[in-house]
């Protein structure tokens, strides 16, 4: 037993919820966000994956973790949460930079975001059923679940607004139903799904629940978390099932086939301890030490290797064969296995720049991640910047684990060409949307009501005025 690695996990895990605790209690700052989404990734992938290979120190993908990568990561696992924390509220304070976020300030009337919501998950589903390959296929796929995500958060507003509205209803219950089948077809794994499925807290909790108190916020969120986490174990029963194989060599599967399995699952739910042992369990802390192990001893440190992999990802590998590929894709290589391997943020981070490199992906994420729920906060009234803001919620929480490059770049693309659409739709539209009376807000407020001014009664916590 790696008895540091183990403490240090233990306090890392600690702190976190102690973070959502004190969110919920003090009000000041937002239980869901982007802060904090990315925080229940580490929690999972990061301490909990570091608790489980100090205390087993077992062989996992070829490799047994030593003393030395062990004591590395239990200095390295809080280091890099403190630096992220403290640069979050970097971010929270730095006007200037939110300033180059979009608002999306479009008229919210019920037919501006039904329609919306229709065209984004039709889209989406669209999408999963056309069978196109190859470097196009790949494209269009990174698509798919920002739009699922968008249109099913839209669904939900509509929904909470007009709740004894029969066509609110059906619209929820269409838009979860094609956003499932449309993030687990393909090659797709569990995180387009998850966005998914994130995306009805996100809506409902920047709608209406963050005005209720603590218990109410903490056991409304700890429900709908437990449905998700059980409907993915439950749909772990089906997912390689009856698969084929796409263009990337892993299992995949086609609309009909899926559609069929999703029916058979809600008519006969299968639910083993495996499946939730599977969602659990993580060897994301074992391929960092690996990396820690084995960077810059056997293979040599890559500064910048994911900013130029995002940077060069667009080009077709067939015009550029050398171009820089992802560490998760080099990993495997290195552990010699054929697993979908997660080399974790501080795995990315210790391959670039060693500890350097930790300081550095700790303060980038933490003030781009700051910004981004400073934005939040200043355009709240929109239920289209909440709903394309949440757009990659399933790739933020797998950000802990990696492969980081990839996931960035998963999580930019679903949020960017959300806002495409939308801003699209609304050049086409609002002429006519506009012609409606405003959607009432959820709750009891007024359509004219302004849900930054509840903030009011909050502490600041890192903020300073809009104009800083």
Known sequence: MHTALAASSILTGSWILLIFIWNLVARRAEVLGWRNVFLLGYLH???????????????????????????????????????????DMVGRRTGSLERLVPRLNMTVTAPAIVITSVLLTGS????????????????????????????????????????FNPASIVLLVLSLGAGILATTVGESGRRLALGVLIAVPWMWYFATLRLRGPIAVSTSLLAIGTAGVIALAVYGSVRHQDAGFGGGGRAAIDVGTRAEQISELISNPRFEARMLDNLIYTDTSHNTMFIIDTYPNQYDVHPLNDATYIITNPIPRALWPDKPRGLGDRLRDEMGTVANLGPGIIGHAWASWMWLGIVGYAAAFGIAFGVLDRALRHRIDSPFFIAASGAGMGNMVAMARGDVALFVIQVVTAVLITVVIMVV???????????????????????????????????????ESEDA
Not at 46 to 72: D, I, K, M, R
Not at 433 to 462: I, M, N
């Open 124 to 163: 989406a589903l669209f999408l999963a059923a056309i069978p196109i390959g190859g470097y196009l296929g790949g494209v269009l796929g990174q698509f798919r679940g920002g739009l699922a995500a968008s249109g099913l958060a839209l669904a939900v507003y509509f929904f909470l607004a007009q709740r």
């Open 425 to 463: 739709i609304a050049a086409i539209l609002e002429p006519i949307t506009r012609a409606f009376p405003p959607l009432r807000r959820p709750g009891k407020q007024p359509a004219d009501h302004s849900a930054e001014d509840d903030y009011e009664q909050w502490s600041d916590y890192g903020f």
């Open 45 to 87: 992938f990061v301490a909990l994956g570091g608790y489980f290979a100090a205390t087993t120190n077992e062989e996992v993908n070829n490799y047994v973790p030593s003393e030395h990568a062990a004591g590395v990561l239990a200095v390295a696992q809080p280091l890099f949460l403190l630096v992220y924390l403290l640069f």
